[in-house]
């Protein structure tokens, strides 16, 4: 049966590419150049999706012009390029953990509110923007006939897999290391919040806190009998999950959520403890709101939120730092901190790329074999 539909398409194009790791569909060696360019590109991921996106369109619709993909441009062949992102490559992405964004290239500064035709002589403003006129090219080349729509984002899709597979081969390498350390020692707690510290403030960083605090419940779950709801995805808001925040606790015992979770990498503001008062009012047994920021905690807030439980009948509010945080836990929990940083790789491997990129994976093993060699331990 022949796809017709953008699903059905792409997964047919993944399908093909994935059967034929390399084989080149594309006929021009510089066009291959820049597929390669921008599909390896681990700064900017937008313009992935970009060229993704147009030429799913382009397969789905032969009629459109690839180089005008915003409504906003009045002509017949003009087209929706961010429908075509959400509605089909995002779900890709997180289908198959592909290294690229999670959320859709139009509405990145350098794409958005575009209403003129993609061609090679537009600036994007945009870094890096040799990356960008690659991506007007591929465009271009298709829009003149000179490529097929079907063979660049089959190239395209061929590529990524190609580094995902690179980049979990040097992934298994750091942790086959590791896993060959001879005796090493165990990390201290204030050891092991040291490299927390390094690893948080390591580029794209966001997802991190919230696996922090997943990893600490993990760690101690059959102690204290709370374990942690299944995690959202990374860009997933809570009006669309229905969450009370970013992790959400429970007794071993019942379904109902008694601790809520929510990680700023700002400062808490008044309006944050607000907005969440709000987002709880249906959970009847919560006994905690806890925001965790990586930022200072300004002392009127915090206040703020203390003056909370009165007004609440008898639910805490309360701001953590999130060093802070992981500090008392380990310990607190001394004799299972070992276990904490366990669940804590465990996580921050597991996450999509999307979520935890290869570069903050790759970092943290790099730190943690750090943290083992004789000359920090002391051996």
Known sequence: MTPTTPTELL????????????????VSPENRDRINRIARNTINRACVRLVLACMLAKVHRAEIDPRRPYTEITEPDSFSGRSYDEGYISTLIQQ??????????????????????LTPEKVIVGRPRTLYADALQLLDQVAHGHEQANAVLTDTLRVLL???????????????????TESPAELSSEGIVTLLQQHLASPGGSRLPVLIVVAAYRAVASLIGEVTKPLAAHTAADLQTGAAGDVEIRLSSDDRVRTV?????????IWDINRANEKIQHLTELDNYIFVTTDPID????????????????IEFAILDCLGFVRHFLHLFHRHRAAFLEQYQTLVLGEPDSAVSFALKQAFLALLAAAHSPEDTGA
Request: aromatic share 8%; glycine share 2%.
């Open 96 to 117: 198959h953990q592909l290294p690229a964004n999670s959320t859709t290239a139009f509405l990145t500064p350098a794409l958005r509110n575009i209403n003129q035709t």
């Open 162 to 180: 190609l580094l995902q597979t690179e980049q979990r081969s040097q992934l298994e390498t750091l942790r086959a290391r590791l896993a060959t």
């Open 261 to 269: 979770y929510e990680m700023k990498r700002k400062a808490v503001t």
């Open 11 to 26: 997964d047919a194009a993944f399908a093909l590419a994935a059967a034929e790791p390399n084989t080149w569909l594309t």
């Open 299 to 314: 002392l009127q807030v915090r206040e703020y939120a203390s003056a909370m439980y009165a007004s609440t009948g008898g």
